[in-house]
């Protein structure tokens, strides 16, 4: 396994203890200021084990791992920063197809039923076959978009 060693500068220290001390900042901002802070080797602190940081901040042994491999290789900075998510999501929903929900929703409800339901258009939408797959929270957001509600 590769051991990753923290070295931090007095200027990362102390930037490192101003977010812990103060300011506003997610809880993944400060899990890593402490695992950092704990982590480094350099002489401004004394080294504690991954066992004994792993205990106290209630985190994995893999996380701490983590965190020194991505202070090695990517930097101070990034380190502290969530990376912007990579997944792309493909439009279920189109004008046109929008255009025919909202068709739908206008519409006279199913017999048995007093009005639609956002998992009655879903289902009737891919029963039409306007879509080859719709979930009821697309139809929520598409209907809360154009500003039109299924109680009216």
Same mark, same amino acid.
């Given at each position: 396994?590769? *051991?990753?060693?923290?070295?931090?500068? +007095?200027?990362? =220290? /102390? #930037?490192?203890?101003?977010?812990?001390?103060?300011?506003?900042? %997610?809880?993944?901002?400060?899990?890593?200021?402490?695992?950092?802070?704990?982590?480094?080797?350099?002489?401004?602190?004394?080294?504690?084990?991954?066992?004994?940081?792993?205990?106290?901040?209630?985190?994995?042994? *893999?996380?701490?791992?983590?965190?020194? +491999?991505?202070? =090695? /290789? #990517?930097?101070?900075?990034?380190?502290?920063?969530?990376?912007? %998510?990579?997944?792309?999501?493909?439009?279920?929903?189109?004008?046109?197809?929008?255009?025919?929900?909202?068709?739908?929703?206008?519409?006279?409800?199913?017999?048995?039923?007093?009005?639609?339901?956002?998992?009655?258009?879903?289902?009737?939408?891919?029963?039409?076959?306007? =879509?080859?797959?719709?979930?009821?929270?697309?139809?929520?957001?598409?209907?809360?978009?154009?500003?039109?509600?299924?109680?009216?």
């Amino acid at each position: 396994m590769i *051991r990753y060693t923290v070295k931090l500068l +007095k200027s990362e =220290v /102390d #930037e490192l203890q101003a977010i812990i001390n103060k300011g506003s900042h %997610t809880s993944q901002t400060f899990r890593v200021a402490y695992i950092l802070l704990n982590c480094d080797e350099g002489r401004h602190s004394e080294k504690v084990t991954n066992e004994q940081i792993s205990k106290v901040l209630k985190v994995g042994m *893999r996380t701490i791992d983590r965190v020194k +491999k991505k202070f =090695v /290789d #990517e930097g101070f900075e990034t380190v502290l920063e969530r990376r912007p %998510t990579q997944r792309v999501y493909e439009a279920k929903m189109d004008g046109d197809t929008e255009a025919r929900l909202v068709t739908l929703c206008c519409s006279a409800p199913p017999k048995g039923f007093a009005r639609w339901s956002l998992r009655l258009l879903a289902d009737k939408m891919v029963e039409l076959k306007y =879509v080859e797959s719709l979930s009821h929270v697309t139809v929520r957001s598409v209907l809360k978009k154009m500003n039109l509600s299924l109680g009216e």
